[in-house]
């Protein structure tokens, strides 16, 4: 959804050239996959928004699946692209990485300071993950990798 409105606004642009990858083009789940095909791609920044998505009764059923292959997603493309010098990325995370009780508005100081949402936890957990992956980057290496929560 939001990673479809983001490709929909720079194909209009027409100064972008975007290289995409259908699921079964390419598994974001194999490190070496993923590896092989940003040593060929020529890219300068990425938008990541893939991610394995479901409802409730899914994140009950699966929830190692959940946890597994969204932090495989995001740790095969966030060190895929620090090892072929991409220096901007913008990671979408989600606004259940706050706790179930958050104030409201949400602060992004509300982050870590509470229970999540037990329901959605393992898929909260990997993005909270990811937004970690990011800072680290940027700490450890000079990066420029953002994490933005669309509500």
């Known amino acids: 959804m939001v990673g479809s409105a983001i490709v929909r606004q720079l194909a209009q642009r027409g100064d972008v050239e975007l290289v995409l990858r259908t699921r079964d083009e390419l598994d974001l789940l194999d490190g070496r996959a993923v590896q092989a095909f940003f040593a060929g791609a020529g890219i300068d920044q990425i938008y990541l928004a893939a991610a394995k998505v479901g409802g409730i009764?899914?994140?009950?059923?699966?929830p190692a699946d959940f946890i597994y292959e969204n932090m495989m997603i995001e740790s095969n493309i966030i060190h895929a692209a620090h090892l072929h010098n991409v220096n901007k990325l913008l990671f979408l995370g989600s606004s259940c990485?706050?706790?179930k009780l958050?104030?409201?508005p949400m602060a992004e100081s509300e982050l870590l300071q509470g229970t999540?949402?037990?329901?959605n936890e393992p898929y909260a957990i990997a993005k909270i993950a990811g937004i970690k992956l990011c800072e680290s980057y940027n700490r450890q290496y000079g990066r420029d990798y953002r994490s933005v929560m669309p509500t």
Request: proline share 12%.
């Open 116 to 119: 999540l949402e037990p329901t």
């Open 57 to 62: 009764v899914a994140n009950n059923t699966y």
């Open 102 to 104: 958050a104030r409201q």
């Open 97 to 99: 990485i706050y706790p």
